[in-house]
């Protein structure tokens, strides 16, 4: 019996690589946008965490460009570095509080980014990360997350695959 659960667990873990939370291979919501990001999964630059990922793109749209005054777009590469475990450091330290800051997004930053989204013409759904310095477009198609990348395509927000582009 102790065989059989260790096989379990060792083959649950693929499936909670994408999203450590709840196994999705995406950015997911339903009904209200206000509590989508409460769930997400963990992106950091260690322990083998979405590291590199359209997702990851969208949190370095956050801390490189929305909520920063310097709009570091060259740094929007979807691969979770060093530079982006100190920008999450300092976004995480200024919005949640510096005893909150570790450099891994996880549930706690990704809820405190979610209550920054915005339904700005009224039809109740999402339509903007409404940033400090510059808002980032943003979607949910068929409760999948969308953005656009830093050449202005339409990206999924993957946890698996990483086609967002750098300029």
């Excluded at 330290?93 to 930053?109: H, I, L, N």
């Excluded at 830093?150 to 300029?167: E, K, L, P, V």
Aim: charged share 20%.
């Amino acid at each position: 019996m102790v065989l059989a659960l260790g096989i379990s667990v060792a083959a649950a873990a693929p499936a909670s690589a994408a999203n450590s939370y709840n196994g999705n291979q995406f950015m997911e919501g339903a009904g209200t946008f206000r509590d989508d990001w409460t769930d997400e999964g963990i992106v950091a630059e260690f322990g083998g965490y979405n590291r590199n990922s359209n997702v990851t793109c969208l949190w370095q749209k956050i801390v490189f460009w929305a909520d920063s005054s310097t709009g570091h777009r060259d740094q929007i590469d979807g691969y979770f570095g060093h530079n982006t475990t100190l920008a999450t450091h300092a976004w995480q330290s200024q919005y949640m509080g510096p005893t909150s800051a570790d450099g891994v997004v996880g549930k706690g930053t990704w809820a405190a980014a979610g209550t920054r989204l915005r339904d700005t013409d009224g039809d109740g759904t999402v339509d903007k990360y409404d940033g400090r310095y510059r808002d980032i477009a943003i979607s949910r198609v068929n409760g999948v997350y969308h953005f656009a990348d830093a050449a202005g395509n339409d990206r999924t927000a993957n946890y698996n695959g990483r086609t967002c582009t750098i300029i």
